[in-house]
């Protein structure tokens, strides 16, 4: 499995872009994660909006909106149960499990992929500092999630 974060201050773009993708067929909101509705049940203003009252809490962040994708090997055949549970162990291990996110499956590549999209404002309005994340927490849980999912490990695939 493979990680890619994306930071912006452009909530509504990255939203955009997934629901677009949605629209073309390309795509499918497979979770909502602390949301008060399930992702089918959520119109687009809902999903935006829930976000975005998290972001109000906090005007001084710019860099305020998280877009990670989660890539896995092409010869992974995971189920959208799989998909949002590998989702979720992410977010935990990243330190994002309170916030919310909606969790995008994307068919619009030669591999299985998922689109996370969420915001580094707390609750309360503090931040989750954003400073190596990629770097420390991502690469830690990618590998735990591997293991613990029996994925295809990148390290293995950079080999060959």
Excluded: W
């Amino acid at each position: 499995m493979v990680a890619v974060i994306h930071t912006s201050s452009r909530l509504r773009s990255v939203l955009h872009y997934n629901e677009n993708k949605l629209e073309q067929g390309q795509a499918e909101c497979i979770s909502a994660i602390n949301y008060p509705k399930d992702a089918d049940a959520l119109s687009f203003n809902q999903k935006l909006n829930r976000i975005q009252r998290q972001l109000a809490l906090n005007k001084r962040t710019k860099v305020n909106t998280v877009h990670v994708s989660l890539n896995f090997d092409p010869s992974e055949k995971l189920s959208k149960e799989q998909l949002a549970e590998i989702s979720k162990a992410y977010l935990k291990g990243i330190g994002f499990e309170k916030q919310p996110a909606l969790i995008y499956e994307h068919r619009d590549a030669g591999h299985p992929h998922v689109h996370i999209v969420t915001t580094n404002i707390k609750a309360d309005g503090s931040r989750i500092s954003l400073h190596n994340l990629g770097k420390n927490q991502s690469e830690k849980t990618r590998k735990e999630i591997e293991i613990d999912f029996g994925l295809v490990k990148a390290q293995d695939r950079k080999a060959q």
